[in-house]
């Protein structure tokens, strides 16, 4: 068989980007940095989003739309937040065929026209919390391009919140943190992610805190696949977000944002895909069984075959037909395999003639063959089965890529393959800089009980370390 | 009472902005003809789109995601494209903080950029029909704003679709037309709306064909409600979407698109609003029944309504309690009148003591008591008959409203406050550009049996002329 992948220990860059062409999961778009997100890979983003619309209405929080475009002054009042995204700005100058008096930016994100409006909302303690999601495209101009994990415009849910105190803020972030996010990566993504604090280093422009959850890939780098932020008061300072407490006195809100993106589709390819294409979790699988005629003779095959596919939907599978007799078999195959179905039904004249068909399941490569009145249960059995594999592979992996140690020194040789988990008073923000100059980075810093810290002065904590995306 | 809106009567667009505010639907962007879509409104759109999205992929077509910025370039190579939409774009012209060598334009509409793609993806007729939608945010600049209805940014879903052959390509169009945007807006929406085919004068900029689903507002102008275009082969041949077909020759593939936006909200507000606020058909309504506790005594009024409310969520019933007592009763159901709640369960201290509630109808403003236990029954039968209701009285509105005439001169009257009915032999080419000069329009035009001409010179046309948004 030819090789249709390059293999990923050749080169893991290289194997992405065949992946993502091979399996038709998205195109570079025809201006620098941005993609066309193809009907397989939309298929699982909505999948995605269903899930975390879901956990996130969960919260109390209710969807709304911003706009697009952001008057250039609003990102000047929160004096960090200019800082951190003006090189990457996306500027209108040109609207309805004139020069218009002042330029607007597209959104990078949009905690400053959020924050104007929230000033307008909130006038009470009884407004709030103020709990606002929405889904929604951001541009930020990007120089290294990559698809799905570095694209100069991507889709995202971005949430923002505004409290009447300081720990309430806290609370939500950190339940956006675990509950919304660690929850959606492990449960739907089958993809074991680490929860802490981001040092003040990494931390978002304007935020007092940033949470993030670090997902190992399959060349041991990390990636950040969804970051939480206590804003403090900075944005309710900057846009004038205050309430009137119970007692009478006018007081600013304490702000929250965190936000999710089709970056995760990258995390999803890079965490489980192998040699042969992508491997994707059932729970997100747009298609989770495909029912193959390996041949047609007499037309039985096929209707067998379509039998089976009847049974499975009736049984809540998503299962599709492969009746394409006049493309070889092998072919087929190898183009489900590359997609990353997790299951195919092979019903061909010779097993049918004894009642059999194979179970070929993609997790784990294993071809079984079945009687034809057992596909349904034994179907129902493996998608389960497969989503715990595919997670419990991808802890496995990250463990053995894991190495404790002691010093700076022996962090960054680890780093090389993998992360280095070490006491974080090894490091230091001197350490971090001098870690960055090896395009290493402090991933996150947590408490030896694996909650995260509320400074990164605490003591007795813990840092990963590692190369990432 | 205080008059919380403007009567329609007295001032139709005052009233509907009054709506807009009053009921929390929507605010003014910052950058002139955005807007900001809050929560409420936005689970109405959540409802349409849900909708809207299963009956699109019913027809066959996928979701995919192509890319907000299109190089200007592109905007030129189909003529008529380019001219419609010049005076609308939004143009980028720095980005990263340089200016970009070719200025790329924020896309008012995607046919150009998927254009292109389809070019890459079609090889041969097995490819044919590619069946693509999208949800996305468009801009086209504004000159005169208004919520809903002309926003220089919206939402909206765009489908673009590639077949072998004319008819093919006609026929999804209008299965689209048919299928899927009329039996959304009259089943979901309530709207009754007149399909038909948009004169050549009203055409969509690029196409062969447009067709439109008009809509009567409360004041008896008309609204587009929907579109849908044969491209014919102008953007094939100006983006090189060429096919194989079975003979084995080089064709250029037959295109189509189509699209529906947030303008729809603007329909549904002017459609059913009366002069005390929204109502809204029960199949989106994001609360279906207000369970109200008038006051409290002891405890138990609170208690029986919150067991309505359990009772109502476990039938499927979207449900909510309002139990804010301290706020004036009258004060909360003038806001559920205002919101446009269908149903609303008034749980007072009196009644109870009798074993009843009260059921208020939004829709014909209804008060009657009903023994606690026949709750759930009433409820469920009720929303059934206030979806059924509100189209009812739209439609008879609409026959109220639409005047049978001979001539241009009786149909210009006519349009003054609703809608002309007449032959369109009546009008012609040169009638059409006389009644626009007095802002009224064909709004479209069908054959006797109510089918969509292929053509405006069809012989025994009927047009409908009115006023519109």
Not at 66 to 85: D, K, M, N, T, W
Not at 185 to 192: F, G, K, N
Not at 360 to 379: C, E, F, Q
């Amino acid at each position: 068989m030819a090789r249709v992948l390059t293999p990923r220990a050749e080169d893991f860059p290289r194997w992405y980007q065949d992946v993502i062409a091979k399996a038709e999961l998205a195109d570079n778009g025809p201006v620098r940095g941005t993609m066309v997100i193809r009907p397989t890979a939309y298929a699982i983003w909505e999948r995605m989003q269903a899930d975390m619309d879901a956990r996130i209405k969960a919260t109390g929080a209710e969807n709304a739309y911003f706009p697009l475009f952001i008057p250039e002054s609003y990102l000047h009042r929160e004096a960090q937040h200019v800082e951190g995204f003006s090189p990457e700005l996306a500027v209108v100058t040109h609207g309805g065929g004139k020069q218009l008096a002042e330029p607007v930016v597209v959104r990078p994100t949009s905690e400053t026209v959020i924050g104007e409006f929230m000033a307008k909302w909130v006038d009470s303690y009884r407004d709030l919390p103020l709990l606002l999601n929405q889904w929604a495209n951001v541009v930020r101009w990007e120089m290294r391009p990559r698809i799905f994990l570095r694209t100069s415009e991507f889709l995202w849910q971005e949430g923002h919140t505004a409290h009447a105190t300081e720990q309430d803020a806290k609370d939500y972030t950190l339940r956006i943190h675990h509950q919304v996010y660690e929850k959606h990566m492990r449960d739907l993504l089958a993809i074991p992610v680490i929860p802490g604090r981001k040092t003040d280093r990494e931390r978002f422009a304007g935020a007092t805190s940033t949470y993030t959850l670090e997902g190992m890939m399959g060349d041991g780098k990390a990636l950040q696949m969804g970051t939480s932020h206590e804003l403090g008061q900075n944005f309710a300072r900057a846009f004038d977000i205050q309430y009137s407490s119970a007692a009478g006195v006018r007081e600013y809100a304490w702000t929250t944002s965190w936000g999710s993106s089709t970056r995760m589709l990258g995390g999803l390819i890079m965490c489980h895909g192998d040699d042969n294409g992508l491997r994707l979790p059932p729970l997100v699988a747009p298609t989770q069984a495909l029912v193959m005629v390996v041949k047609e003779t007499d037309g039985s095959i096929t209707a067998a075959a379509k039998g089976l596919v009847d049974d499975l939907a009736a049984a809540g599978v998503r299962v599709k037909l492969d009746d394409r007799v006049d493309t070889p078999f092998g072919r087929r195959a190898v183009d489900a395999e590359l997609k990353g179905v997790p299951l195919r039904i092979e019903v061909g004249p010779r097993d049918l003639a004894a009642g059999n068909v194979t179970l070929a399941r993609r997790i784990d490569g294993s071809k079984t063959p079945l009687p034809i009145g057992g596909v349904v249960a034994a179907v129902t059995e493996a998608l389960v089965a497969d989503q715990q594999g595919l997670y419990d592979e991808a802890l496995a992996r990250r463990e053995a890529s894991t190495v404790e140690v002691k010093t700076l020194d022996e962090a960054i040789e680890a780093s090389q393959s993998g992360w280095a988990k070490l006491p974080w008073s090894a490091v230091g923000v001197d350490g971090e800089a001098k870690a960055n100059e090896s395009a290493i980075t402090v991933r996150c810093l947590f408490r030896e009980d694996g909650s995260a810290p509320a400074a990164q002065d605490e003591p007795n904590l813990t840092a990963i370390l590692g190369r990432s995306y």
